[in-house]
């Protein structure tokens, strides 16, 4: 029955949040070393890894949609170069060729480009950007549910196990004084000794169920503390709050469960995470088509460099003579032919200047018109069509998950309830026999294997309607959670 209590809970993450409140209520914190169900949860709630991952999840969306959002301005880029040619080149900025046994060059430069259409593709991204940011906030929370989910498991758990010790310490006690009284009663001559003997091997089987019960606490103490990745050795001085009886008491229950579905539809994380796929996957099919439209891109670039091959003139020119020839008259009389032509003094531009004679400017743009691509768009549409189509299954799935995790609730609740009567009816009534018959017992009317096998009966009812107390006191305010009712055990 406990395992199947404790099923209950993993099948249904999202009720977890009720058992939390719930447990706020009646589990105050007595000592620092005390640990309440609010104590457990928010330590895991702030050191559990899975819950860091998903909250890393939700600032990756984040991060998702700050690029998004970038996408729509221009980039800017600048470049620098700096470097030597060796022999014969052609020199960047004159277009001629030179040589030469190094010329070094420079060039800087700035660019900057503009997506001026693209199918509306950044706005797609932008809104899908958007959708995954709340995507992951609800992901983040499904996952802190499932988190709490756990420990509230290994917490009931544990006051299960805790029960279980009392009620074998309290046996160990009844059986105890039977002993005692058997013993006298065998001085005296007025029993068998193997009354005595029944007794001590029933008072030595009561020890080993303590021993049991002491053991699966421990286990279960052990277990509740590695949740909270906590060092082992804090088991040994682990303390817990238990609820008490009337905190037990139960509310009434919905006479169907239709009101609780209805709620429940529209406030539940997994639903809106499963919604939130539908509308990103109708974006991603927008994507997709936006692949048939043209694309239409802008550019403007400035720019401006320097070479070792460029020359300026320095200084005025010098005039220098050369003989192009002879005049000749006659034998005896000739004439030399003198030129004079202007020398002028070369040097490397300075840089300065080549930077604002070399400044230069252009700006472009361009267009690309899908055509043929392989067929890769009609490919993208037909998946993302597919994925559309999946989404939206998965999202009635998850609502019919719900439903059917409430219905189930409401019948669980409802028999619990009805459980609990019957078990507390059981108990009644096995309590009024083992006290007659340890009355009969006590006065010789009784056997030892009458005593024992009323003692079963009257166990396995305080047991049972043990349990079965517990279960619906939290079946109930699942419930109470489903239909968004403040969950309290007042």
Same mark, same amino acid.
């Given at each position: 029955?406990?395992?199947? @209590? ?13 058992? #939390? ?7 105050? /914190? ?11 949860? !928010?330590? &895991? ?7 860091? =991952?998903?909250?890393?999840?939700? @600032? ?23 470097? $030597? ?16 046994? &190094? ?37 983040? %929370? ?52 193997? +009354?005595?003997?029944? %007794? ?9 169920? #303590?021993?049991?019960? !002491? ?37 009434? =229950? ?24 539908? !509308? ?12 048939? $439209?043209?694309? =239409? ?16 003139? +320095? ?25 004079? *032509? ?18 230069? *400017? ?51 609740? *409802?028999?619990?309830? *009805?459980?609990?009567?019957?078990? !507390? ?25 009458? $005593? ?5 009966? $009257? ?6 309607? =043990?349990?079965?107390?517990? +279960? ?7 419930? +109470? ?5 403040? /969950?309290?055990?007042?």
């Amino acid at each position: 029955m406990l395992k199947m @209590t404790i099923d209950f809970w993993k099948e249904r993450s999202a009720a977890c949040a009720a058992f #939390i409140f719930a447990c706020f209520i009646w589990m105050p /914190i007595h000592a620092q070393n005390t640990w309440s169900l609010e104590r457990c949860v !928010e330590h &895991a709630l702030e050191n559990n890894l899975q819950i860091k =991952l998903a909250e890393l999840g939700s @600032t990756s969306a984040e991060i998702g949609t700050q690029s998004a959002q970038g996408a729509f301005l221009p980039n800017l880029n600048g470049n620098l170069t700096h470097g $030597y040619n060796f022999g014969r080149t052609i020199d960047p900025f004159t277009n001629q060729f030179v040589e030469s046994s &190094a010329i070094r060059s420079n060039s800087f430069g700035l660019s900057t480009g503009v997506v001026l259409f693209n199918g509306f593709q950044n706005h797609l991204n932008l809104q899908r950007a958007r959708l995954a940011q709340q995507s992951a906030a609800a992901s983040l %929370l499904t996952t802190q549910n499932n988190v709490v989910l756990t420990i509230a498991g290994a917490y009931l758990n544990l006051l299960f196990q805790e029960e279980f010790v009392r009620l074998a310490n309290f046996n160990r006690e009844a059986t105890s004084r039977q002993v005692d009284r058997m013993r006298s009663l065998v001085k005296a001559g007025a029993a068998a000794e193997f +009354d005595l003997f029944d %007794l001590e091997a029933q008072l030595a089987a009561d020890d080993a169920n #303590i021993v049991a019960s !002491e053991n699966a606490l421990s286990l279960a103490k052990l277990n509740l503390v590695q949740l909270l990745q906590l060092p082992a050795e804090v088991a040994q001085n682990f303390e817990w709050v238990r609820p008490t009886d009337a905190d037990l008491v139960p509310g009434a =229950l919905p006479a169907s469960p239709a009101g609780t579905v209805n709620h429940a539809m529209g406030t539940f994380p997994e639903i809106q995470q499963a919604e939130l796929q539908v !509308e990103d996957s109708r974006l991603g099919l927008e994507i997709a088509k936006s692949g048939r $439209y043209p694309r =239409l891109f802008a550019s403007y670039n400035i720019g401006t460099g320097f070479s070792g091959a460029s020359r300026t003139i +320095d200084g005025p020119p010098s005039i220098e003579e050369f003989v192009l020839g002879s005049l000749v008259v006659d034998d005896s009389t000739s004439y030399d032919l003198v030129a004079q *032509q202007e020398v002028f003094n070369l040097i490397t531009t300075p840089f300065s200047q080549q930077l604002n004679q070399n400044f230069n *400017q252009s700006v472009f743009f361009s267009m690309s018109i899908p055509i043929f691509n392989n067929f890769s768009v009609k490919s993208s549409i037909e998946q993302a069509q597919v994925n559309a189509l999946r989404s939206k299954y998965q999202l009635e799935q998850a609502r019919q998950t719900l439903q059917v995790s409430i219905e189930s609730a409401w019948a669980d609740a *409802q028999a619990a309830s *009805q459980t609990l009567i019957a078990q !507390e009816s059981a108990l009644t009534a096995a309590e009024k026999s083992f006290q007659s018959t340890e009355k009969r017992y006590e006065a010789g009317a009784a056997s030892a294997i009458d $005593y024992a096998d009323a003692r079963t009966l $009257y166990d396995n009812a305080r047991i049972n309607a =043990l349990r079965a107390r517990y +279960d619906l006191a939290f079946k109930s305010r699942i419930l +109470d959670f489903y239909m968004g009712k403040p /969950i309290t055990f007042e």
